[in-house]
């Protein structure tokens, strides 16, 4: 009887630590080259949608104003994540895609920006729809456009050079697809203009210089907020998914001039809940992140060689290594659903690589990540904190399975004892 309990408890001790330490439900696949550029050319992307957006650049600033321009060049592709197709898109205005000009894409429509002149202010964003095959023309406040993001029918564009004034960057953002624009100007320079619903996240440059911080701005009041506290550090690179904004600190305001030898910080703040937790603090310097949904990525050199690239699950607060990075300063990853994509450099080409993240507990909603927010209040954090918020679902249904297998085996034990008893 004895050793028919013991047998049964040693089972619910093994039954315990498999759901107290679960094996991982994420692993990722090989890495995939999908583009190579020309020799002499510099890629862009962005993703959304299983699409990627390319646009393969060759422009030299540095040239002499004599050159012929013809000599400038820029190609635009889509690459078709779950059919591996890369198509070239042409359309007659493609010679006037060059210099600063970005691109964006939103579910099926992709966006750029073409300017017959880089010095002067007659640029336009042009969009196509991937799926009508419908081409329109965008006109933007005269300008020269530093960055564009787009999600349905929110534009928000970094631009500087207005001919009216000599501001630095300013935010420009349509609620309407692009029908209206609104400026909005902001001491200091801007940087990003990442969208989430309502919500327009930037990094911002107003307490001098190699003082970045973090700001967002709500669009249906037009009320901005800081993240951080600004004499505590550098705040810079925010990306936003949902209400969670992810962002690079830097205790030391010089680490500009050390070159890789520093100690940067990421962290993750939703600014619901007004909370900061702690992403990565590898000992070294991190480049850009980007999050989407429960996925941050990005790079650091956190083993002084090289620059690698990793992974963060929020639901399972863990890191994973994605890949190692050829170029020597790194890659600006981007994530969305279950796709990572950055550029690299091999054989002295430049290339985008992606891997495919297979999550078994990852729920596809048809929403990337940027889900959008509710009304946000003011989310002046301090210097961030490590909350080690955690995920207290997953969390809650563990305990609940341990103490499940525990009644379940402690009715096993008192049955074999009522048993062994009634044998006697």
Same mark, same amino acid.
């Given at each position: 009887m004895e050793e028919k309990i013991t047998e049964l408890i040693l089972i619910i001790i093994s039954l315990i630590s498999l759901c107290v330490l679960p094996a991982s439900a994420l692993e990722l696949s090989e890495e995939n080259t999908i583009f190579v550029s020309d020799d002499k050319a510099s890629p862009r992307f962005v993703?959304?949608?299983?699409?990627?957006?390319?646009?393969?650049?060759?422009?030299?600033?540095?040239?002499?104003?004599? *050159?012929?321009?013809?000599?400038?060049?820029?190609?635009?592709?889509?690459?078709?994540?779950?059919?591996?197709?890369?198509?070239?898109?042409?359309?007659?205005?493609?010679?006037?895609?060059?210099?600063?000009?970005?691109?964006?894409?939103?579910?099926?429509? *992709?966006?750029?920006?073409?300017?017959?002149?880089?010095?002067?202010?007659?640029?336009?964003?042009?969009?196509?729809?991937?799926?009508?095959?419908?081409?329109?023309?965008?006109? *933007?406040?005269?300008?020269?456009?530093?960055e564009l993001y787009v999600q349905d029918k929110t534009i928000s564009l970094l631009a500087t050079k207005f001919p009216d004034d000599i501001d630095g960057p300013n935010i420009c953002i349509s609620t309407d697809a692009?029908?209206?624009?609104?400026?909005?100007?902001?001491?200091?320079?801007?940087?990003?203009?990442?969208?989430?619903?309502?919500?327009?996240?930037?990094?911002?440059?107003?307490?001098?210089?190699m003082k970045n911080s973090v700001h967002y701005l709500n669009i249906d009041t037009w009320e901005s907020y800081q993240i951080g506290d600004e004499t505590k550090g550098v705040y810079l690179y925010p990306d936003i998914s949902g209400s969670n904004i992810v962002y690079r600190f830097d205790p030391d305001f010089y680490s500009y001039l050390k070159g890789m030898d520093v100690k940067q910080e990421l962290y993750i703040t939703d600014i619901l809940t007004n909370k900061t937790s702690l992403i990565a603090s590898p000992n070294a310097r991190i480049n850009v992140p980007a999050i989407d949904k429960d996925y941050i990525v990005w790079c650091d050199n956190r083993n002084k060689s090289n620059f690698k690239?990793?992974?963060?699950?929020?639901?399972?607060?863990?890191?994973?290594?994605?890949?190692?990075?050829?170029?020597?300063?790194?890659?600006?990853?981007?994530?969305?659903?279950?796709?990572?994509?950055?550029?690299?450099?091999?054989?002295?080409?430049?290339?985008?690589?992606?891997?495919?993240?297979?999550?078994?507990?990852?729920?596809?909603?048809?929403?990337?990540?940027?889900?959008g927010t509710d009304d946000t209040g003011n989310s002046e954090n301090p210097q961030p904190q490590n909350t080690n918020s955690g995920n207290t679902h997953s969390q809650t249904a563990s305990g609940e399975i341990v103490w499940i297998i525990v009644s379940v085996g402690i009715a096993l034990i008192a049955g074999a004892g009522y048993h062994g008893r009634k044998n006697n």
């Amino acid at each position: 009887m004895e050793e028919k309990i013991t047998e049964l408890i040693l089972i619910i001790i093994s039954l315990i630590s498999l759901c107290v330490l679960p094996a991982s439900a994420l692993e990722l696949s090989e890495e995939n080259t999908i583009f190579v550029s020309d020799d002499k050319a510099s890629p862009r992307f962005v993703i959304d949608s299983g699409n990627i957006f390319i646009l393969d650049l060759y422009f030299d600033k540095y040239a002499n104003r004599n *050159v012929n321009q013809n000599d400038e060049w820029s190609k635009l592709y889509l690459y078709n994540i779950s059919t591996d197709k890369l198509t070239e898109l042409t359309f007659d205005d493609m010679s006037n895609t060059k210099a600063n000009d970005p691109i964006a894409i939103s579910g099926n429509t *992709v966006y750029w920006t073409v300017n017959s002149d880089y010095r002067s202010y007659d640029t336009d964003i042009r969009s196509y729809d991937i799926v009508s095959k419908s081409y329109n023309r965008l006109s *933007v406040p005269p300008s020269h456009p530093i960055e564009l993001y787009v999600q349905d029918k929110t534009i928000s564009l970094l631009a500087t050079k207005f001919p009216d004034d000599i501001d630095g960057p300013n935010i420009c953002i349509s609620t309407d697809a692009g029908e209206n624009f609104k400026r909005y100007r902001l001491p200091g320079h801007q940087s990003g203009g990442k969208i989430s619903g309502n919500i327009v996240v930037f990094g911002d440059s107003r307490y001098g210089q190699m003082k970045n911080s973090v700001h967002y701005l709500n669009i249906d009041t037009w009320e901005s907020y800081q993240i951080g506290d600004e004499t505590k550090g550098v705040y810079l690179y925010p990306d936003i998914s949902g209400s969670n904004i992810v962002y690079r600190f830097d205790p030391d305001f010089y680490s500009y001039l050390k070159g890789m030898d520093v100690k940067q910080e990421l962290y993750i703040t939703d600014i619901l809940t007004n909370k900061t937790s702690l992403i990565a603090s590898p000992n070294a310097r991190i480049n850009v992140p980007a999050i989407d949904k429960d996925y941050i990525v990005w790079c650091d050199n956190r083993n002084k060689s090289n620059f690698k690239l990793y992974l963060y699950d929020l639901k399972e607060n863990k890191e994973y290594f994605v890949a190692d990075i050829n170029d020597e300063y790194g890659a600006a990853p981007l994530v969305s659903k279950d796709t990572i994509v950055w550029s690299d450099n091999v054989d002295n080409r430049n290339v985008i690589k992606i891997v495919t993240i297979r999550d078994e507990n990852y729920v596809d909603d048809g929403i990337s990540g940027n889900s959008g927010t509710d009304d946000t209040g003011n989310s002046e954090n301090p210097q961030p904190q490590n909350t080690n918020s955690g995920n207290t679902h997953s969390q809650t249904a563990s305990g609940e399975i341990v103490w499940i297998i525990v009644s379940v085996g402690i009715a096993l034990i008192a049955g074999a004892g009522y048993h062994g008893r009634k044998n006697n």
